[in-house]
């Protein structure tokens, strides 16, 4: 009793800090909404926004009914942090309507540099599912390299412009590339192994643990799958 008296004052203390923090996921989706209708932006309601979105809603419900549970607040950055991205990228395109390219370049470039880092959640959710830990001690530096990768990609999203820092398929090309090239396409090139390596790893992690675990936990593993094939169709018309 006196252990979990304190712990359930601490956490009634907190619930109005984390419904201010969870508001943030509709107030930055609705912002997007209003801004890409005004810039004429399309990618909003594309089907790869809309499973990042039901991922945030997903992290939301899971930090309300257990706030100290790692998995409801990653999955809760991927819908926020997709929101803020795709925000500043409809911001970006209203500029350009508006012939201020300088502005519009920064913004893109920091809509992508968000964008960039946020898809190395996935594997990082994956390597913590369902539990909220790594399947062993090993995988910690693992995951350390999950979140590396995801710092290098945003990196390169920033220093050149387009996701991951892919000037290829840039909108607009970021103000630092010609100040700091060729640094932003050597770590452009280590992102994209790091994202290789960390899919192919978060995915080992998955079968490890699934073979280790009892039929409660295999049932959460299936249902793993299958919400990930449904992220993998949001993302099959997006570059």
Same mark, same amino acid.
């Given at each position: 009793m006196s252990v979990s008296g304190p712990r359930t004052a601490d956490a009634a203390g907190s619930r109005p800090l984390i419904w201010l923090i969870l508001s943030l996921?509709?107030?930055t989706l609705i912002a997007a909404i209003v801004i890409a209708m005004r810039s004429g932006y399309a990618g909003l309601l594309s089907p790869w926004m809309i499973t990042f979105i039901w991922v945030g809603l997903t992290g939301a419900l899971i930090v309300l009914r257990r706030p100290g549970h790692p998995l409801g607040w990653l999955l809760f950055s991927v819908g926020l942090f997709t929101n803020i991205g795709v925000f500043t990228i409809t911001v970006a395109s209203g500029l350009v309507g508006e012939g201020r390219m300088t502005a519009a370049a920064w913004a893109d470039a920091a809509g992508?540099?968000?964008?960039t880092g946020i898809i190395l959640m996935i594997p990082a959710i994956l390597i913590l599912f369902p539990d909220g830990a790594p399947p062993s001690r090993a995988w910690r530096w693992f995951l350390s390299v999950v979140f590396l990768t995801? @710092? %290098?990609?945003?990196a390169a999203a920033l220093l050149n412009g387009g996701w991951g820092g892919d000037i290829e398929q840039a909108m607009l090309v970021s103000p630092l590339r010609a100040r700091t090239a060729?640094?932003?396409d050597v770590i452009s090139q280590i992102f994209f192994i790091g994202l290789a390596i960390s899919m192919i790893g978060a995915a080992l992690s998955? @079968? %490890?643990?699934f073979r280790r675990s009892r039929e409660?936990?295999?049932r959460q593993i299936k249902w793993l799958a299958v919400a990930g094939s449904v992220e993998a169709f949001g993302h099959a018309d997006h570059p």
């Open positions: 996921l509709p107030l992508n540099s968000l964008l995801a @710092l %290098l990609g945003s060729p640094i932003g998955v @079968l %490890l643990r409660l936990e295999r």
